[in-house]
């Protein structure tokens, strides 16, 4: 009973990400910066169902996928530094640029909970090197999508696409505030997060 109800919510989770990965798709920005936006999302959705069957995430770790995903295919969608909310939000606040992107790169730091599960149901390691381990993953993972962007936009000599994938909006620290928030999201999110994931990993520790 209790597998026919995880089940469900799996299934709910992925008609949800299709929905938006739809919406995403239909008159985007620029088809070009929305492929770039979106590609790592996309691969990432799919090894998660290619592994389904041998390697099923807690319900939390789902979670935190479906919501990471959803974040990316609608800054794809509108670009990063153009989503109207957070433009919005600009204006209201009087803010010098649009926070979507600063949002969404604190949110990437979530993605500690999965790597902490991969480690604590594939690796024998105590709980402090899992700690150290998880959050050096994800700032890494971080930093290689700076270097990325960076590669993109020297290779494409900073053209308006290149602009928009790099999304720095004129900060020339913004590679290091992205990182920064990763960090400090995976951090919030081992603090936080980190007893309740325990106890959605009791049935695979038994």
Not at 12 to 29: G, H, Q, T
Not at 49 to 75: D, E, P, R, W
Not at 134 to 157: D, K, M, P, V
Request: aromatic share 16%; hydrophobic share 50%.
């Amino acid at each position: 009973m209790l597998e026919i109800h995880h089940k469900r919510v799996h299934l709910f989770l992925l008609l949800i990400v299709s929905a938006v990965f739809i919406w995403s798709v239909i008159r985007p920005s620029g088809y070009f910066i929305w492929v770039l936006e979106v590609l790592p999302a996309v691969v990432g959705c799919i090894v998660v169902l290619v592994v389904y069957h041998k390697f099923k995430f807690t319900n939390l770790s789902y979670v935190i996928i479906a919501i990471l995903s959803i974040l990316t295919f609608i800054g794809g969608h509108y670009t990063y530094d153009d989503v109207p909310l957070f433009n919005w939000i600009k204006d209201a606040f009087d803010l010098s640029r649009n926070h979507y992107d600063r949002f969404g790169h604190f949110f990437k730091g979530f993605i500690a909970i999965v790597i902490r599960e991969i480690l604590i149901r594939k690796t024998l390691l105590k709980r402090n090197w899992i700690v150290w381990l998880t959050l050096s993953i994800s700032l890494s993972i971080s930093a290689l999508y700076e270097i990325i962007e960076w590669i993109y936009s020297a290779i494409r000599s900073g053209n308006k696409e290149a602009k928009q994938f790099v999304g720095m909006q004129g900060d020339i620290w913004d590679a290091q505030w992205d990182m920064s928030l990763t960090l400090i999201g995976s951090i919030i999110a081992l603090l936080i997060l980190s007893k309740w994931h325990n106890k959605y990993l009791t049935p695979f520790r038994d």
